[in-house]
């Protein structure tokens, strides 16, 4: 029986029409009218032979469509495209790298159906073939979360990966959320769909669910994408004052969750607790997540460690009854340090660093 379609499939690129082209031809043939597909290419320059393609076969498909965008308005600006684009309740993110679970869609339509007050699941996603790496691959528990400052943060801070998050676009865009976003286009730039989750988490209700709605493929980058996330230089999305920026942007973030859910009114207790795990998510990110990066351009995890704690404090220290808890967040930001740097001692090679140092710095060093 045909259903009037509830969720599009949303699919931002940007110079990598030869990788969106490849999986486009493995699940086109298993669309069909309750699963609209909108390619959103932000202004490419780049494998324009394979994106001319994907026009055609949007212009043919009647249940695709294929928007270029004028130039390229970065990554935030292809999410907040996607938002006024869309004409269904919801939208589910796929990166242009993985493959939409079809069966996720036919299986969620009944209960997204009657559950048009969700704003925002992050369902989880499995890897197209085994034995591929599992990057970005995660299962969820079932889990539901009403709007509070800890539904912002066990919500939010639990990975940063886009594809299988599925979106309340018509509650998002009414509650004036993706607003929000645009006002704040220049500090969000880096993790709008974060920003979005935040917001969302403090104004409706949110789930984790441990349906599989997107199979993620191997992470490719374009020699020729400016926009690259390099794990192994050191500049982009991953350095360490690349970092500090995006702390600074969801701090300004979780200031907003705390006020929308105290009508304005800065609430203390229930921010300072929510902060504190902002700074263990950072310091995992940096002690981590990043290590190797940062070891092989000659950086020190215990001292970045350390002055990512004095940073964190003072990113907030002229907030209200700063003084009366200072000495508390303190030692706990401390804690959380110690605990984060044993954890990296364990798991990482402290040699390789000495070696790095000791080729390229010592010598150097030595003969001046």
Do not use: W
């Not at 907040?80 to 269904?88: H, N, Q």
């Not at 890897?127 to 009403?146: P, Q, R, V, W």
């Not at 990975?159 to 509650?171: D, I, P, R, T, W």
């Not at 090679?349 to 001046?368: G, R, Y």
Request: hydrophobic letters at 35%.
């Amino acid at each position: 029986m045909q259903q009037n379609p509830i969720i599009t499939i949303c699919i931002p690129t940007f110079n990598r029409g030869d990788i969106l082209l490849r999986n486009m031809k493995e699940y086109l043939p298993l669309l069909n009218d309750n699963s609209p597909l909108l390619i959103i290419d932000n202004g490419s320059e780049h494998t324009l032979p394979e994106y001319k393609e994907i026009e055609h076969i949007a212009n043919s498909h009647p249940n695709v469509k294929y928007v270029k965008q004028s130039k390229n308005t970065q990554f935030i600006g292809n999410i907040i495209k996607a938002f006024e684009l869309v004409e269904t309740t919801f939208l589910l993110f796929v990166a242009d790298e993985d493959s939409p679970n079809i069966k996720f869609l036919e299986k969620n339509y009944t209960y997204l159906t009657d559950n048009t007050d969700i704003g925002c699941i992050r369902t989880s996603t499995a890897c197209n073939t085994e034995g591929d790496e599992k990057l970005n691959a995660y299962i969820c528990s079932d889990d539901k979360f009403t709007p509070s400052m800890d539904a912002v943060t066990q919500f939010v801070l639990q990975g940063n990966y886009l594809s299988g998050s599925l979106y309340n676009a018509k509650l998002l865009k009414s509650s004036g959320i993706i607003q929000a976003l645009k006002d704040n286009k220049n500090s969000q730039s880096v993790y709008p769909h974060m920003y979005i989750n935040m917001k969302t988490a403090a104004k409706h209700k949110t789930n984790f669910s441990s349906d599989v709605s997107v199979f993620i493929g191997k992470p490719s980058t374009a020699e020729y994408d400016e926009c690259v996330q390099s794990t192994s230089g050191y500049f982009g999305t991953y350095a360490y004052g690349s970092r500090l920026d995006q702390f600074i942007a969801f701090r300004d973030g979780l200031l907003e969750c705390n006020q929308d859910l105290n009508h304005g009114i800065f609430d203390p207790k229930t921010f300072y607790i929510s902060y504190l795990s902002l700074v263990s998510k950072f310091m995992h990110l940096i002690t981590l997540s990043d290590y190797a990066q940062y070891v092989g351009h000659g950086l020190g995890i215990r001292n970045l460690a350390k002055s990512f704690t004095q940073f964190a404090l003072a990113a907030i220290q002229h907030y209200p009854m700063y003084e009366q808890i200072e000495a508390a967040l303190i030692q706990d930001i401390q804690k959380v340090e110690e605990q984060y740097l044993e954890l990296s001692k364990e798991l990482c090679n402290p040699i390789s660093h000495f070696d790095f140092l000791k080729n390229n710095f010592v010598s150097k060093l030595a003969a001046e």
